[in-house]
């Protein structure tokens, strides 16, 4: 009845700002968000517009298809300085994607270079999401910023735009990794920003004696603030996990929720996934897998033999990861029955540890540099396990999409993590995947070691662990509707 009632209503008008999305640009999980977020909302009655930068190395087939929709001038710094704002547009399936483009700021490769580049950059790219949707004449109901990238959009709301008509918007930022933040001199922001004077004090976005902070300015001004994970709203507001804003976020918390993330499930779904070697569903899944198994053996040159434990890690490799538990545990983790896969990226000292591994363990261990779409879903498939045993996890997507896969997560208790894994209990049969709690080398190993004697000697509660996973419901559609039912209730 809710639903025929919504389904009846005025469509509710999001702008989401952001600064990835998928299949455009994407980093990480931000992207997917921006992506599955969008498409779920639209089956809530949603308009979804999603406003990018048009950076350099989005690919040339997405470049194609977008459409030139105008073009102006609009004054940023604090003297007064201007720049382009050029529109370009993009529909697919229902979603409207208006990408911002300017030589200066967007013609780099990566969206991410360093801050002296990167503060100038979203600044200009807040601002000038504002101006579009001006320019566009279509006044959002709610703006919806993700991360620090887009935390001045609450701001520019409140002041430059307060008077023109997207200043009738309401906004929501969304904190996805409170690690980054946008800090900077106070100078340096004000020049770029030109926002008034009084923004600059503590309860807004200073920090310390002389920093402005993007983020808490953003969540200063938002109407509602929100975080990926239940769990992690929580965590945030301790010393240890708030990265130096947990009193800010503790004063704001009331206007703070917690909606954990969910994947496309018709992206992720083994059953059409073209880039598996076998497609299958709970059905098929326990054979099929072996298939997948044997080619990403091939694939990435480890021994083939699909009686082996094949370990998985899918990931930016930092120290959020908790990539120093896996390294301290590597040596004893691999046996002559078990083999680890590491795809991913990111700093050289992990990067490099990994190398090493693979080099004193051939056809054991595979260390896969580099950032691969396509052997991400391989592995996704024809891995057993997947390790996620991070320090702290706003949400986290692997192990969601490792579950939709039939591949058993072995995690730590935080954030997302711990929201979205039941842990396995021998004597009722019941849970998703292995966890732990404390962040100790030893108690990850021991965990792996019961997950690998789930696998080697209790085959039968391990498969039906795999049926229980695939059938997990990891989709956004719950979660879509809790963004719907709070965008409603701000724009009343
Ligand atoms: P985070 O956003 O912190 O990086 P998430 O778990 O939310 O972590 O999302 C990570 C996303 O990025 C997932 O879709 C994962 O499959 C993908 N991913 C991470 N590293 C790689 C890589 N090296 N190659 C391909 N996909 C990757
Ligand atoms: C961040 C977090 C990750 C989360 C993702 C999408 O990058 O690190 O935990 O899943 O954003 O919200």
Request: hydrophobic share 40%.
């Amino acid at each position: 009845m809710e639903d025929r009632n919504n389904q009846a209503a005025e469509p509710l008008r999001i702008a989401f700002v952001g600064s990835e999305c998928y299949p455009f640009v994407k980093t990480g999980g931000l992207g997917d968000v921006m992506y599955a977020l969008p498409r779920a909302l639209i089956k809530q009655n949603c308009d979804v517009r999603v406003l990018l930068p048009k950076y350099s190395c989005i690919p040339q087939k997405y470049r194609d298809q977008m459409v030139y929709r105008g073009s102006f001038m609009m004054d940023l710094c604090m003297d007064g300085k201007t720049f382009f704002v050029g529109i370009m547009e993009l529909v697919m399936d229902g979603v409207t994607y208006d990408f911002i483009e300017n030589e200066e700021f967007f013609s780099w490769g990566n969206p991410y270079t360093d801050l002296v580049a990167d503060i100038p950059k979203y600044c200009y790219f807040s601002k000038a999401a504002l101006a579009v949707l001006n320019y566009l004449e279509w006044t959002p109901n709610v703006v919806h910023c993700h991360d620090w990238q887009a935390a001045l959009v609450p701001i520019y709301l409140r002041t430059h735009f307060a008077n023109t008509p997207v200043g009738k918007a309401k906004s929501m930022l969304t904190i996805h990794n409170l690690r980054f933040q946008g800090i900077y001199g106070i100078p340096h922001i004000k020049y770029w920003t030109g926002i008034p004077g009084y923004v600059f004090d503590y309860p807004f976005m200073k920090q310390g004696k002389d920093d402005a902070n993007m983020m808490k300015g953003g969540l200063a001004f938002a109407n509602c603030i929100t975080t990926v994970s239940q769990t992690y709203a929580g965590e945030i507001q301790t010393e240890f996990y708030g990265e130096g804003l947990d009193p800010h976020l503790r004063y704001h918390s009331v206007r703070m929720r917690g909606i954990v993330n969910g994947i496309d499930v018709e992206l992720w779904n083994s059953r059409t996934d073209a880039l598996l070697a076998a497609k299958y569903d709970e059905n098929d899944v326990l054979e099929k897998k072996k298939a997948n198994k044997l080619a990403l053996q091939e694939k990435v040159g480890l021994e083939q033999d699909e009686n082996k434990m094949v370990i998985g890690l899918i990931s930016r490799l930092t120290n959020q990861k908790g990539l120093d538990l896996v390294n301290a545990a590597f040596a004893e983790m691999i046996d002559e029955n078990t083999q680890v896969v590491v795809l991913g990226t990111g700093d050289v000292y992990y990067e490099d540890s990994f190398r090493y591994y693979e080099s004193i363990h051939k056809g054991s261990v595979c260390a896969y540099i580099s950032y691969n779409e396509a052997l991400a879903h391989l592995i996704y498939a024809g891995a057993d396990a997947l390790l996620v045993p991070s320090l702290f996890e706003p949400c986290g997507l692997t192990q969601l999409i490792a579950m939709r896969y039939g591949t058993i997560p072995i995690v730590r208790e935080t954030g997302g993590l711990k929201d979205t894994v039941q842990p396995y209990n021998k004597y009722t049969n019941e849970g998703n995947g292995f966890t732990f709690e404390d962040y100790d080398a030893g108690v990850f190993l021991n965990t792996v070691r019961s997950a690998k004697e789930v696998y080697f000697e209790d085959r039968e509660s391990w498969d039906e662990m795999v049926k229980r996973d695939m059938a997990v419901d990891v989709s956004w559609e719950k979660s879509a509707k809790d963004y719907r039912d709070l965008y409603l209730q701000l724009s009343k």
